[in-house]
């Protein structure tokens, strides 16, 4: 069971992906926010206290490349999970040097992603919780 203090950010512009993730993730102890935008998740990431990103590669208007070079502008150790679908993979060259370690394919496993979040969370000390670091 994970420590319920780690603050994940999902963003999808899928509400089932992001409803999935979340119940999923909440499951396993982690406090998890879910959004549906570029936009949104870089508010996110500005107000601070994030310890993992779970990020879509393709959305509308900002895709997941464009957040993802402003997250590492933002904040370059954050890490961040991938989320992509067949036919992307052309883009994880450039999220590979931008530090993304970990990609996940959809339709994913979500053994496989448990597996990453607890492996990329290891090294990290976890805040209090969320509401500790924004209010």
């Not at 319920?4 to 089932?16: I, P, T, W």
């Not at 549906?36 to 997941?64: F, H, R, T, W």
């Not at 961040?80 to 590979?96: N, Q, S």
């Not at 931008?98 to 959809?106: A, C, F, I, Q």
């Amino acid at each position: 069971m994970a420590d319920c203090r780690y603050y994940l950010l999902v963003v999808d512009d899928q509400a089932g992906v992001r409803r999935m993730l979340q119940e999923a993730l909440n499951d396993e102890g982690y406090e998890v926010v879910s959004v549906a935008s570029g936009p949104e998740a870089l508010q996110k990431v500005k107000q601070g206290g994030i310890d993992l990103v779970l990020l879509d590669m393709k959305m509308p208007g900002m895709s997941g490349l464009d957040v993802l070079r402003e997250i590492r502008r933002l904040n370059p150790d954050l890490p961040v999970i991938l989320m992509t679908a067949y036919g992307e993979y052309e883009l994880l060259g450039e999220a590979r040097t931008l530090g993304v370690k970990h990609y996940v394919s959809k339709p994913f496993d979500l053994q496989e992603v448990r597996y990453f979040v607890r492996a990329l969370l290891a090294d990290k000390r976890p805040v209090r919780s969320y509401l500790e670091v924004i209010g």
